[in-house]
């Protein structure tokens, strides 16, 4: 670890660092005499660990300057896993589209490169009753796995979010809240193929509305069925539309006076 040492004081400083007191930290750095104005200097902090001794180590290193005195705390101490900057996720998704009835289910995986067990808690911040977390307290146990189980089971379409948080025994460590969402969207099936020339026009027609036609299809198709004609004058046939009106015959008809012709 590097320890960085800024003057910025507006005259030179002379540093006298006094090194840790204990065998498991050392500091080596190279001696510079006065410091200047905005100059730094590095100190290298090397931490040794007793054999299969997994603690919490503390120690300081100490800076004597010009009328002011700095101490520097030294902390060590074991984690889960040293390998991952985070441990937790922040979000956990159970899915999309799931259907109204069913479990879905998710594991978080808690891996440790550490052989001492630590304690865990979660804490429901923002429960939901169609997301259960299980367990909510116990062991994380060294250089093993352990997993907390999430479970969704949808009882309306609709978006179901929980946030929970989850302490652990380490040393200086902050809470970590999840979210978790799942959506449970109403499925979208398929029109359903239907033969309308097996229903035909008319009560046959009704039948096939009955048994569950799309609605679109049977519009489309009542317009195909005959229509009622509006009371009042009756429908003429062809020959009558035919007919001409009855217009006189003024050749032959002698009301009407003789015919003129040149």
């Not at 289910?105 to 939901?128: M, T």
């Not at 062809?238 to 217009?247: D, E, K, L, S, T």
């Amino acid at each position: 670890m590097k320890l960085r040492l800024i003057n910025n004081s507006p005259a030179p400083q002379r540093l006298h660092i006094l090194p840790p007191q204990t065998s498991f930290f050392k500091i080596r750095y190279q001696k510079k005499g006065m410091i200047p104005t905005g100059v730094a200097e590095d100190i290298y902090v090397q931490f040794t660990p007793a054999a299969n001794e997994y603690k919490y180590y503390y120690d300081s290193v100490r800076i004597h300057c010009d009328g002011d005195k700095i101490l520097i705390p030294i902390h060590a101490f074991p984690v889960i896993n040293s390998t991952v900057d985070e441990l937790f996720p922040k979000m956990i998704d159970m899915g999309k589209g799931c259907s109204i009835g069913q479990s879905y289910s998710k594991q978080l995986q808690i891996e440790s490169n550490c052989p001492v067990d630590f304690e865990y808690q979660i804490e429901l911040v923002k429960p939901h009753p169609d997301i259960h977390v299980s367990p909510l307290s116990g062991d994380i146990l060294g250089l093993k796995t352990t997993a907390i189980d999430f479970t969704y089971n949808p009882k309306s379409n609709s978006t179901a979010e929980c946030e929970i948080e989850v302490r652990t025994s380490e040393f200086d460590s902050q809470p970590k809240r999840i979210r978790i969402v799942g959506n449970a969207a109403p499925s979208v099936l398929p029109p359903k193929q239907i033969d309308i020339a097996t229903y035909g026009a008319g009560a046959n027609f009704q039948k096939g509305l009955s048994e569950g036609l799309a609605d679109d299809q049977a519009s489309r198709w009542k317009d195909l069925q005959p229509r009622t004609l509006l009371q009042g004058r009756p429908r003429q046939n062809a020959q009558q539309r035919a007919a001409p009106v009855g217009i006189p015959n003024v050749l032959s008809n002698p009301s009407f006076g003789p015919v003129l012709s040149n």
